[in-house]
C-alpha cells in the first residue's frame, strides 16, 4: 500500500503571495488531517477533513484553507503569505479507529 | 494555552540503556494517546499508543504507561539503540473529534 503522498517537496514563495499544497491520503483512508510544524511549537493542528467535510479546526487564521476531493485528496491553501507562515506542513491519513499515518511533509519557505 | 506538554526539550542516553520520555496533559477529556517518532526531513512515524482504559501497553522495546490521576504518560524504550535517536512527539485526542494535540517534542540521543 502506497503511504500519504504531499507534494510539492518545497516550496519557496514571496509575501503576500498564496500557496496550495496537496496531499493523497493512503488508499481507503477517508480522514485527511493537515498539521503545521515550527520550531519550539511542535506540531499544530490545522484541520480534518472527512469525505468532503471539514470535521475539526483548529485555532489559525481565516488565510488558512483547506478542501478535500471525492477521491480523499487534499489540499491545502494559504492566502496572503506572511513570513511566519514558513514551516513544515504535514498531512495525515487515518482510517476509522487507527491512528494517523503521516506524509513526509512539504517544507514552505517565505521570503 | 498547552494542552499537552513534553518538558524535556532534550534527552541523551547510553546505548544499551533504558531511554524514558516523558509527557504530561490538563485535558481530562483525552481518552487516547499516542507516541510518534520522528527523524529530520521526514514525517512523523507512529510507535504506540493507549487508550485510557488501560495503564499500560507494549511492543516489543516499546512500553507506554499511563497515569491518569497525574494526568501523565511515559515511554519506556528499553534497551535504547542508535537508530533510535529521533525527536519524540506524544499526542493526545478526544474520541469522536480525532483532532490531535501534540506536545512539542523531545529530542533523543542515544549514544554508541
Known amino acids: 500500500k502506497a503511504g500519504v503522498t504531499q507534494t510539492p517537496r518545497y516550496l519557496i514563495k514571496t509575501r503576500g503571495q498564496q500557496v496550495t499544497l496537496s496531499c493523497s491520503p493512503i488508499s481507503g483512508h477517508r480522514s485527511v488531517s493537515w498539521y503545521q510544524q515550527t520550531p519550539g511549537q511542535g506540531l499544530q493542528f490545522l484541520f480534518e477533513?472527512?469525505?468532503?467535510?471539514?470535521?475539526n479546526k483548529g485555532n489559525f487564521p481565516g488565510r488558512f484553507s483547506g478542501r478535500q476531493f471525492s477521491n480523499s485528496r487534499s489540499e491545502m491553501n494559504v492566502s496572503t503569505l506572511e513570513l511566519g507562515d514558513s514551516a513544515l506542513y504535514l498531512c495525515?491519513?487515518?482510517?476509522?479507529?487507527?491512528?494517523?499515518?503521516f506524509g513526509q511533509g512539504t517544507r514552505l519557505t517565505v521570503v | 494555552d498547552q494542552q499537552v506538554k513534553q518538558n524535556s526539550p532534550s534527552l541523551s542516553v547510553q546505548e544499551g540503556r533504558i531511554s524514558i520520555l516523558n509527557c504530561d496533559y490538563t485535558?481530562?477529556?483525552?481518552?487516547?494517546f499516542l507516541w510518534y517518532k520522528k527523524y529530520p526531513a521526514e514525517g512523523p512515524t507512529f510507535l504506540i499508543s493507549i487508550s485510557s482504559i488501560k495503564d499500560k501497553n507494549e511492543d516489543g522495546r516499546f512500553t507506554v504507561f499511563l497515569n491518569k490521576s497525574a494526568k501523565h504518560l511515559s515511554l519506556h524504550i528499553v534497551p535504547s539503540q542508535p537508530g533510535d535517536s529521533a525527536v519524540y512527539f506524544c499526542?493526545?485526542?478526544?474520541?469522536?473529534?480525532?483532532?490531535?494535540?501534540f506536545g512539542t517534542g523531545t529530542r533523543l540521543k542515544v549514544l554508541a
Open positions: 477533513y472527512f469525505s468532503e467535510t471539514q470535521r
Open positions: 495525515a491519513s487515518r482510517d476509522l479507529d487507527t491512528e494517523a499515518f
Open positions: 499526542a493526545a485526542f478526544t474520541s469522536g473529534t480525532y483532532k490531535y494535540i
Open positions: 485535558n481530562s477529556m483525552f481518552d487516547y
